[in-house]
C-alpha cells in the first residue's frame, strides 16, 4: 500500500515570502495526486490535481501553485504569501484512472502566515 | 455537478450508546462514496466506501454505513461508541464523470464519558 510523506510538518512564515511544500509518495506508481488546503472552519478544498509529470488542473485560482517534476512528488509554491494563506494543507493520492479507488492522504502540514 | 451535505455540525453521544452521521449527497450517475475519519492535526484516514453491491459496507474500527439510493443518503454508524471515536468525519462522493472527490463540510462526533 502507499505511503504518503508531508514536508514540512509545521511552517511558520512572514507575509510576503515564498514557500515550498512538498509531497512524496512510496510504494505506487502513476499516482493521481491532490493538494487540499483546510482552512480553520474545517472544510475541506481542493487546490490543484495531476494526473502525471507535468500535468496540474487547477480547481480554484488564487495565490499558489504546483508542479510534479517527479512521478511521485508534488509540490505546492507560492512567490509571495498572503495572510489567508494560512491553514492545514493535505497531499493525497489514489490510483490512476480508476475513480473507485480510495484516496489516501497525507499527515498534512500546518502553516502559519503572520 | 456532484455535492454531498452534512447537515450535523457536532454530534454528541454517550459512549456505549449507538451513534449516527448523517450524510445525503447528489451525484448524475452511480455514486461512489466514502468516509473519511481526521484526528486533530492529522491527515483524513479512510474508514470505508461503497462502490456497488451490498447496501451495509462495513469498514474500520467498528463502523458501517448504509447506503440508501432512493433517499441518497450514505449514513455512517456504530452500535456503540468510544471515546476515541471522538473525531471529524468527512462524508465525500464521486461519479463517473468527475476525477475528483467532493467533500462534504465535516461532522464533529463528540463521545462522551
Known amino acids: 500500500s502507499q505511503t504518503i510523506h508531508q514536508w514540512p510538518a509545521t511552517l511558520v512564515q512572514p507575509v510576503g515570502s515564498p514557500l515550498s511544500l512538498e509531497c512524496t509518495v512510496e510504494?505506487?506508481?502513476?499516482?493521481?495526486l491532490y493538494w487540499y488546503r483546510q482552512a480553520a472552519g474545517r472544510g475541506l478544498q481542493l487546490l490543484f490535481y495531476s494526473v502525471g509529470i507535468g500535468q496540474i488542473s487547477s480547481e480554484v485560482p488564487q495565490n499558489l501553485s504546483a508542479s510534479r517534476p517527479q512521478d511521485r512528488q508534488f509540490i505546492l509554491s507560492s512567490k509571495k504569501l498572503l495572510l489567508s494563506d494560512s491553514g492545514f494543507y493535505l497531499c493525497?493520492?489514489?490510483?490512476?484512472?480508476?475513480?473507485?479507488?480510495?484516496?489516501?492522504f497525507g499527515p498534512g502540514t500546518r502553516l502559519l502566515v503572520l | 455537478a456532484q455535492s454531498v451535505a452534512q447537515p450535523e455540525d457536532q454530534v454528541n453521544v454517550a459512549e456505549g450508546n449507538p451513534l449516527t452521521v448523517k450524510c445525503t449527497y447528489s451525484v448524475s450517475g452511480n455514486p461512489y462514496l466514502f468516509w473519511y475519519v481526521q484526528y486533530p492535526n492529522r491527515g483524513l484516514q479512510f474508514l470505508l466506501k461503497y462502490i456497488t453491491g451490498d447496501n451495509l459496507v462495513k469498514g474500520s474500527y467498528g463502523f458501517e454505513a448504509e447506503f440508501n439510493k432512493s433517499q441518497t443518503s450514505f449514513h455512517l454508524k456504530k452500535p456503540s461508541a468510544l471515546v476515541s471515536d471522538s473525531a471529524l468525519y468527512f462524508c465525500?462522493?464521486?461519479?463517473?464523470?468527475?476525477?475528483?472527490?467532493?467533500f462534504g463540510k465535516g461532522t464533529m462526533l463528540l463521545v462522551s464519558p
Open positions: 510504494g505506487t506508481s502513476n499516482p493521481n
Open positions: 493525497a493520492c489514489d490510483r490512476d484512472a480508476q475513480l473507485r479507488e480510495t484516496q489516501y
Open positions: 465525500a462522493v464521486r461519479d463517473a464523470r468527475y476525477s475528483t472527490l467532493t
